[in-house]
């Protein structure tokens, strides 16, 4: 098993930036990838961002694109996804998840394991 805890969330306003992290324990040797995607109120969840375990390589959700940037810190199991520009659509519970099947998917049905959501609110 792999566990996930996510943090980071918080409320800020239009153009403000947050870093969300996103720590992994457990059966951390069987993560191939790991991805972050959020859920807004009515909305289904979608994939924002994803990166390989071995950080080489990386995906963004076009919404996103050139605005977050997802990265890895080896050493202590842990994702982050620093977010800039921040605009009142990006508002909504935001999870982090982890693969251990190869090749890395955009789609949240390919992840095993999910952590508990951490809330963004950005106000305009």
């Known amino acids: 098993q792999v566990q996930l805890v996510e943090s980071g969330g918080g409320a800020v306003q239009a153009g403000d930036s947050l870093r969300l992290s996103c720590a992994a324990s457990?059966?951390?040797?069987?993560?191939?990838?790991m991805g972050w995607f959020r859920q807004a109120p009515g909305k289904e969840r979608e994939f924002v961002a994803a990166i390989s375990w071995s950080g080489d390589r990386t995906y963004y959700a076009d919404s996103v694109k050139g605005r977050f940037i997802i990265s890895r810190d080896n050493a202590k199991n842990t994702v982050f996804l620093q977010m800039n520009s921040l605009k009142p659509e990006d508002t909504a519970v935001y999870y982090c998840?982890?693969?251990?099947?190869?090749?890395?998917?955009?789609?949240?049905?390919?992840?095993?394991?999910w952590g508990q959501g951490t809330q963004v609110t950005i106000s305009s």
């Open positions: 998840a982890a693969r251990s099947r190869a090749v890395i998917t955009t789609s949240s049905t390919g992840y095993d394991y």
């Open positions: 457990g059966r951390t040797f069987s993560i191939y990838a």
